[in-house]
């Protein structure tokens, strides 16, 4: 998800950021025992699969009251007053790891959106066209680079909005299947979420696992790349099979476009390096997109690339009181009789596509920590304990599908790793396994599937990206959309990374014990 600023003092952020559920007693009680407290969670993902899977109906707004209407039944469990209900709800909305991932989804999107107003796209399909990147690669090349963007930034969230947001468009105009291009833009989301040193989910399964950061990046390299490696011959493979969309005018839009676009936008590529670069240096993740917006809006105004106007701009009505002293600025507009004043721009619009999304995200982690609560995270843990982990195998067996459970319920893939991480601990620590083995498992469960599960982060938020590119591109029809149920079977690597540690269970291949390698064998980060 997000990075932190300096990793080696993150080794309190489980305590810090999201309850422990292995050391506290359900706070909630409810008619039917510890499971009913699951309720509000299991109401909404039954209802995200009719709305996106059985009826086609793509809509944020539509989640939102999924979730809510989730939480209103709940509440009708509880026995005993609804107040601890309630202020559950918010306590689950304030923890810090949902609020990071807002805070980087809107800083995100006036990134992208800022880079997008400026031409970018227009300078990937020109450089497509030069050197003869077509629509069998580009799924292929743009996975490598957003596992390189994420890898080097550290947020797979914020990969994802910039990716759709750029390569997305230029890539379905290619003639690129956009389906199996969202998959390839979330594939390497998550590979640069599993692997990068600065990543929040890295920081969190190597503290809870007490293990070092850079022993944990260095021994999970060889099941992220083999899952990669995979996924690449995947997306070539793919791409010859499935067919571009259907564009309205297709040919003569793309050979449009094509003839329109110049090299100039790839200037944004010095964007990009920027926030790379800062990333890379330790600053914080938010400081680095404000230094890409910065060099952004500075590039499209030094090179022409768009008026200042379409980066931030005031339409005020005629009677304004300060209309007459202002009206000379060129971010300020009179607006048209019966026209509704607004302030609209790429950084507007780029922060507000994910207002809807926060209000999800946020509903959605109040309900996980109700499950937390009443005691149903704790019951599932209990089972799987005493009746799967009955050996080695069986252990890290339990260990990957527990967190891919806990997964599918906590969207917010830092989140359930906070929540899952002792207990995949003491499992681990019941065989002897050490403490890189359990985090390598807890991160590449977490990392993959938050972004498969139709109503996970990373999948709603390039989705909500996504829903903007009608409105900045006429070829673009709402058509081209991507319901968030037809992307799952094409999100490649992180099937491929959740199969690699089943086959790495059950073979034993990269297995290591207590007694074999120590943490402070390997220099911290």
């Known amino acids: 998800m997000s990075r932190r600023d300096d990793p080696p003092d993150d080794e309190d952020i489980a305590s810090e950021q999201f309850v422990d559920p292995t050391d506290e007693e359900p706070a909630i009680t409810f008619y039917g025992g510890r499971g009913m407290s699951a309720l509000p969670i299991a109401f909404f993902v039954l209802w995200a699969i009719v709305q996106t899977a059985l009826l086609r109906i793509s809509s944020e707004e539509g989640l939102v009251l999924g979730i809510l209407l989730g939480l209103i039944i709940g509440m009708f469990f509880v026995k005993g007053s609804w107040k601890g209900y309630a202020n559950t709800i918010f306590e689950g909305m304030t923890q810090p790891v949902a609020v990071t991932a807002i805070v980087a989804w809107v800083w995100a999107g006036m990134f992208a959106e800022t880079m997008q107003t400026g031409g970018f796209v227009e300078g990937l399909v020109w450089l497509a066209d030069l050197t003869g990147v077509g629509a069998a690669l580009f799924p292929a090349i743009t996975f490598?680079?957003?596992?390189?963007?994420?890898?080097?930034?550290?947020?797979?969230?914020?990969?994802?909005?910039?990716?759709?947001?750029?390569?997305?468009?230029?890539?379905?105009?290619?003639?690129?299947?956009?389906?199996?291009?969202?998959?390839?833009?979330?594939?390497?989301?998550?590979?640069?979420?599993?692997?990068?040193?600065?990543?929040?989910?890295?920081?969190?399964?190597?503290?809870?696992?007490?293990?070092?950061?850079?022993?944990?990046?260095?021994?999970?390299?060889?099941?992220?790349?083999?899952?990669?490696?995979?996924?690449?011959?995947?997306?070539?493979?793919?791409?010859?099979?499935?067919?571009?969309?259907?564009?309205?005018?297709?040919?003569?839009?793309?050979?449009l476009f094509v003839a329109e676009s110049t090299p100039v936008g790839l200037v944004h590529l010095l964007s990009m390096g920027v926030v790379i670069a800062t990333a890379v240096a330790?600053?914080?993740?938010?400081?680095?997109?404000?230094?890409?917006?910065?060099?952004?809006?500075?590039?499209?105004?030094?090179?022409?690339?768009?008026?200042?106007?379409?980066?931030?701009?005031?339409?005020?009505?005629?009677?304004?009181?300060?209309?007459?002293?202002?009206?000379?600025?060129?971010?300020?507009?009179?607006?048209?009789?019966?026209?509704?004043?607004?302030?609209?721009?790429?950084?507007?619009?780029?922060?507000?596509?994910?207002?809807?999304?926060?209000?999800?995200?946020?509903?959605?982690?109040?309900?996980?920590?109700?499950?937390?609560?009443?005691?149903?995270?704790?019951?599932?843990?209990?089972?799987?304990?005493?009746?799967?982990?009955?050996n080695v195998r069986n252990a890290e067996l339990t260990m990957v599908g527990s967190a891919a459970l806990i997964n599918a319920t906590i969207t917010i893939n830092t989140a359930a790793e906070v929540a899952i991480g002792p207990y995949i601990s003491k499992v681990g620590e019941r065989f002897n396994i050490n403490g890189y083995r359990r985090a390598n498992i807890l991160d590449a469960q977490t990392a993959a599937l938050g972004y498969i599960f139709p109503w996970s982060g990373g999948v709603l938020v390039g989705f909500s990206e996504m829903q903007d590119l009608p409105d900045t591109y006429d070829w673009f029809g709402e058509s081209l959309i991507v319901n968030p149920i037809d992307v799952v079977p094409f999100v490649f690597h992180g099937w491929l990374l959740v199969a690699v540690f089943v086959l790495a269970a059950i073979t034993g291949f990269g297995r290591e014990y207590v007694i074999d390698r120590e943490s402070e064998e390997v220099a911290r980060v």
Do not use: C
């Not at 929040?200 to 790349?225: E, L």
């Not at 701009?313 to 009206?327: Q, V």
């Open 144 to 255: 490598v680079l957003a596992a390189l963007l994420a890898t080097g930034i550290g947020t797979g969230y914020g990969t994802t909005i910039a990716f759709v947001a750029l390569f997305f468009p230029a890539g379905v105009l290619l003639g690129a299947n956009p389906v199996l291009l969202f998959g390839a833009i979330l594939s390497g989301a998550i590979f640069g979420d599993n692997l990068a040193p600065v990543s929040d989910t890295t920081i969190v399964s190597a503290v809870t696992q007490d293990a070092d950061i850079g022993g944990v990046v260095a021994s999970r390299f060889k099941y992220a790349i083999i899952a990669a490696v995979l996924a690449f011959i995947g997306y070539i493979v793919a791409s010859s099979v499935l067919p571009g969309a259907e564009i309205t005018n297709g040919a003569e839009a793309r050979q």
């Open 282 to 390: 330790g600053r914080h993740i938010v400081e680095a997109i404000s230094w890409g917006i910065v060099v952004a809006v500075a590039s499209n105004l030094l090179f022409g690339l768009t008026a200042p106007s379409a980066i931030v701009n005031f339409e005020a009505p005629a009677d304004a009181p300060a209309i007459d002293l202002l009206e000379w600025l060129p971010i300020v507009e009179i607006v048209a009789q019966g026209d509704d004043p607004a302030v609209t721009g790429s950084l507007v619009e780029g922060a507000a596509g994910f207002f809807t999304l926060s209000i999800l995200v946020l509903f959605i982690i109040g309900a996980a920590q109700i499950m937390i609560r009443g005691g149903a995270f704790q019951a599932i843990l209990d089972w799987s304990l005493d009746t799967l982990a009955t």
